[in-house]
């Protein structure tokens, strides 16, 4: 047996599937090699983005650059490996009072991934994207060389790397600062939305909450489109706590995590089964508004309690759209696109709706741009392009993006954002699939 | 602790999961040929566990200078130490390739493992795990280089296990089958049949703690490599195995 690289590979949405050399390795040197040996490179971290990203014709996964470097416990600084995952920070960081300042909704994405994509979470509107409170990087160039990138130090590098998709080369070792907490809690609050206007009137009210983000019931028509739940929370005091939380603030109980056995056959997932799920979702909170406390996983990753939920929609995978509408039009924008996929059919479980704030300008390739982000899981089927077209349209029409690292077939025009990432080295299937398309 | 061959997955992961369950050792020997990736773990458990290591410089293709292990002192030794080599038709007539597979999986490690043995019968307590392979189990035509120098080395630990008893030492030997380590990436490996170097910790920290003699990493292997072995030989040299 000889090794060859040559693999299937996928990310999230198991769409697309491809077969391409994926190599994996400690040593900076090996890496440089790697780099040396190949005319198309791209990082891939944990695969956690939807489509093809972190796809190309020679894979350079992080998985092996997995160690930590230091961790300032009276600071909160944490330095470490690219491929170390958010969960690994997290379980070290909590019990020492510590979290991540920002977090997409998975913890199981590489530290590499996170500032690659710039990703943002719940809290984008009070703090921001990833990217602001990374210190400095270590990336690894055209050449092989490894640079130091800051704010200070090789600032364009810094910048254009942030949110730069892995194009612009491999991150290897990264530094950030952490936030501090009192609790493993969260102290949440959810109340029923009725329609578009009562959610948008709520996301409003709710700017002074740190985290705030809505699930949208998408099949719904007529004047109960939007019906929906939003979710605000803060980390909880010790003080806060409920007593039997009081004495282990920083500590949670070990919880069962099932996982999802084998791929679900097509059929399981229909419209109806859809449906079947956001009523069931949404008439589980019967009063208008609960208030309670929360451990931060059930809070900020309760997707994550179902090891590869993904395996749900079957072989032919999935997608996950979404985009993002500049607020003057935003509420309109949200109208139509949620419109045009009740009438579709083509139902999505997963919806979620988020209020962004200001665009950092600095972080130039960072997608989030102030206004509403609304996030929709697609089962691939012969039906979907045409959906996916009549919601770029939409998007198009409203002056609208698409977040690239969940994007594996929107129109190029609302994907090609990036400034400054052009290297012939580092090139993923999407950016080619981009460039293409123009 | 003491590892032999630290820059292996399945050490690295086996370190992590006894800090993880809570074992605690006064310093951790990280004897290794790659200074620089070993740092970078010794920092890593420091960071991590706050665990103290020490990175001590070993090739076993060099001449050994055993003062440098003089200061070492500890209840457990892993060895991880392997070579793959070349399994390939080149690779057999390739003279090199051949004492390398078999000084660093046999000849040159035995000595080292001896040095730490005695010190071990001295203190009259202590454990060894050294990991074998189930290529040792029966020479195949894919890899029997690696693979008769991995039977040597299980007859070995299966010796030192009987010799170290009434010392109140114990020996443990690991059968990993396949795993999805820098070894074996790229190799098309089934799924089924391999484990990934921190379900490979698991299981072996579980047999230490059972105090087990020999252990495969997934029970399947014990099956597959009970039948491998009993297949008849005059069949079993004609499959291509
Ligand atoms: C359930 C779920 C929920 C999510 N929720 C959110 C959310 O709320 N907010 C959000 O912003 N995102 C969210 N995401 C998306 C996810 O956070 C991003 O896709 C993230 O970048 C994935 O990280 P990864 O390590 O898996 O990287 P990959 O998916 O492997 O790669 C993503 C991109 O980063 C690049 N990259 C990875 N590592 C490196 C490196 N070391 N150097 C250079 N480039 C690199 C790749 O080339 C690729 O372009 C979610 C994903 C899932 C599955």
């Known amino acids: 047996m000889k090794p060859n690289f040559i693999q299937k590979v996928t990310n999230w949405g198991n769409y697309p599937i491809v077969e391409k050399e994926m190599k994996s390795d400690d040593s900076f040197r090996k890496i440089k090699e790697f780099i040396r040996d190949h005319n198309e490179v791209i990082a891939r971290g944990n695969g956690r983005c939807y489509g093809d990203a972190s796809l190309g014709e020679h894979i350079f996964s992080t998985k092996k650059l997995n160690k930590f470097i230091s961790f300032d416990r009276l600071n909160g600084v944490i330095e470490c490996e690219s491929g170390v995952l958010l969960s690994d920070v997290l379980e070290i960081s909590v019990p020492q009072g510590y979290f991540l300042y920002v977090t997409p909704g998975t913890k199981f994405v590489s530290v590499g991934g996170a500032i690659a994509s710039d990703v943002h979470g719940k809290n984008h509107h009070a703090e921001g994207c990833f990217s602001e409170y990374v210190i400095e990087f270590k990336l690894m160039v055209e050449n092989g060389e490894i640079i130091t990138c800051s704010r200070e130090e090789n600032a364009d590098k810094f910048w254009s790397a942030i949110g730069g998709m892995g194009l612009t080369g491999i991150i290897l070792t990264a530094k950030f600062k952490l936030k501090n907490i009192e609790s493993a809690y969260i102290r949440q609050e959810s109340i029923k939305a009725e329609n578009l206007d009562e959610i948008f009137r709520l996301f409003d009210e709710s700017e002074s909450w740190t985290y705030t983000v809505a699930w949208i019931d998408c099949l719904q028509k007529g004047k109960n489109i939007g019906r929906s739940i939003l979710m605000r929370g803060e980390h909880a005091f010790q003080h806060e706590l409920p007593q039997n939380l009081r004495e282990k603030p920083l500590r949670l109980k070990k919880k069962f995590e099932p996982t999802v056995p084998f791929y679900f056959p097509g059929f399981v997932l229909n419209a109806l089964t859809v449906k079947l799920f956001n009523l069931l979702y949404f008439n589980k909170q019967r009063k208008k508004e609960i208030n309670n406390f929360t451990d931060y996983e059930t809070f900020f990753y309760p997707l994550d309690a179902v090891h590869e939920w993904n395996r749900i929609y079957g072989k032919s995978g999935f997608i996950q759209y979404q985009m993002v509408i500049p607020k003057e039009t935003g509420k309109e924008g949200m109208r139509k696109i949620l419109e045009t996929i009740a009438h579709s059919g083509n139902g999505s479980f997963l919806a979620v709706l988020k209020l962004f704030g200001r665009h950092n300008p600095e972080a130039y390739n960072s997608f989030p741009v102030e206004g509403y982000t609304l996030a929709l899981d697609f089962k691939v089927n012969s039906k979907l392009k045409k959906l996916v077209d009549q919601l770029d349209q939409i998007v198009e029409e409203f002056g609208g993006r698409i977040y690239l690292t969940k994007d594996s077939m929107s129109r190029s025009s609302l994907t090609n954002y990036l400034r400054n990432t052009e290297s012939s080295k580092f090139v993923s299937l999407q950016h080619k699939r981009i460039l293409n398309n123009k | ?241």
């Open chain 2, 1 to 241: 602790m003491i590892v032999l061959g630290s820059t292996s997955e399945v050490a690295q992961a086996f370190v992590e999961e006894a800090l993880n369950k809570g074992e605690k050792f006064e310093k951790i020997y990280l004897l290794t040929s790659n200074r620089e990736t070993t740092e970078r773990f010794a920092r890593h458990i420091d960071v991590k566990f706050l665990q103290q290591a020490e990175v001590i410089e070993l090739d076993l293709m060099k001449e050994i200078d055993y003062t440098r292990f003089e200061k070492i002192s500890s209840g457990l030794l892993f060895c991880a130490t392997g070579y793959l080599g070349e399994g390939t038709e080149e690779g057999l007539y390739d003279n090199k390739n051949t004492e390398r597979i078999i000084d660093i999986n046999y000849s040159k490690l035995v000595p080292v493992m001896n040095y730490f043995a005695h010190k071990f019968e001295s203190r009259r307590s202590g454990t060894i795990i050294g990991l074998s392979s189930v290529a040792g189990d029966r020479g195949r035509q894919s890899n029997f280089i690696y693979g008769s120098a991995k039977a040597a080395f299980t007859a070995y630990l299966s010796g030192l296990r009987n010799y170290l008893f009434d010392k109140k030492v114990h020996v443990m030997t690991v059968k990993p089958g396949f795993m999805a380590t820098k070894m074996t990436e790229g190799l098309p490996l089934n799924p089924k049949l391999t484990a990934t170097p921190k379900q490979a910790a698991a299981s072996i920290f579980a047999a230490y703690k059972k105090q087990k003699n020999v252990a495969y990493v997934l029970p399947i292997w014990g099956i597959i490599m009970m039948i491998i072995r009993n297949i008849p030989e005059f069949i079993f040299k004609k499959l291509k195995l």
